[in-house]
């Protein structure tokens, strides 16, 4: 099991897509992320969860909470290459009771261990969309560094946004997450 202090991650279940698509659909969840401006289907949700189950580049995960089990979002690793060694992490804290709460810094947490000593990977990426100040500051101080930024490369709510890329080595990880005694 992949476990965090507070969370542990479990297989995506093809039962919980209907409460997924309903977050994506959700204008109070889906402010920054970037799907579900354009309302997701019944058909398009279903058909995400068979080809993420089918990939072999992509590792996403539900995230529960540990102390009653709930469902409160997905997190996991997309376009993983093992020629390169590299994976971009993507996560969604759905449920609003449980935003704000460390849910998102503890599954981010697991899914960089997973990367780096499951998977072997050296990189993981992360985006955000200019503008999220909570993404910006929680991804900096998990110790993720800026790396680049696509201008105007994100159409929101008719405007265009900036998508700040980031990025940690495993090097980094294990200097700021594995202690030595």
Same mark, same amino acid.
Request: net charge negative; hydrophobic share 40%; charged share 25%.
């Given at each position: *099991?992949?476990?965090?202090?507070? !969370? +542990?991650?479990?297989?995506?279940?093809? $039962?919980?897509? $209907? @409460?997924?698509? /309903? =977050?994506?659909?959700?204008? /109070?969840?889906? @402010? =920054?992320?970037?799907?579900?401006?354009?309302?997701?289907?019944?058909?398009?949700?279903?058909? =995400? &969860?068979?080809?993420?189950?089918?990939?072999?580049?992509?590792?996403?995960?539900?995230?529960? /909470?540990?102390?009653?089990?709930? +469902? !409160?979002?997905?997190?996991?690793?997309?376009? %993983?290459?093992?020629?390169?060694?590299?994976? $971009?992490?993507?996560?969604?804290?759905?449920?609003?009771?449980?935003?704000?709460?460390?849910?998102?810094?503890?599954?981010?947490?697991?899914?960089?261990?997973? /990367?780096?000593?499951?998977?072997?990977?050296? @990189?993981?990426?992360?985006?955000? !969309?200019?503008?999220?100040?909570?993404?910006?500051?929680? +991804?900096?101080?998990?110790?993720?560094?800026?790396?680049?930024?696509?201008?105007?490369?994100?159409?929101?709510?008719?405007?265009?946004?900036?998508? %700040?890329?980031?990025? *940690? @080595?495993?090097?980094?990880?294990?200097?700021? &997450?594995?202690?030595?005694?």
């Amino acid at each position: *099991m992949l476990e965090g202090n507070n !969370i +542990y991650l479990a297989p995506l279940d093809m $039962e919980n897509a $209907e @409460t997924a698509r /309903a =977050w994506i659909n959700d204008p /109070a969840i889906n @402010t =920054w992320l970037f799907v579900g401006h354009v309302p997701v289907s019944r058909e398009q949700e279903r058909a =995400w &969860y068979a080809q993420v189950d089918a990939s072999d580049a992509d590792h996403v995960f539900e995230i529960r /909470a540990k102390d009653n089990d709930r +469902y !409160i979002g997905n997190c996991g690793l997309h376009k %993983v290459d093992m020629l390169n060694r590299s994976g $971009e992490i993507g996560i969604l804290i759905g449920e609003l009771d449980a935003q704000g709460k460390g849910h998102g810094k503890d599954a981010i947490l697991v899914v960089l261990r997973y /990367a780096f000593h499951t998977l072997g990977l050296h @990189t993981v990426r992360i985006s955000y !969309i200019d503008g999220n100040e909570r993404s910006a500051h929680l +991804y900096a101080k998990l110790g993720f560094t800026q790396t680049g930024r696509c201008r105007e490369h994100i159409h929101l709510r008719g405007e265009f946004h900036d998508l %700040v890329l980031m990025d *940690m @080595t495993r090097e980094e990880y294990e200097g700021l &997450y594995i202690t030595t005694e």
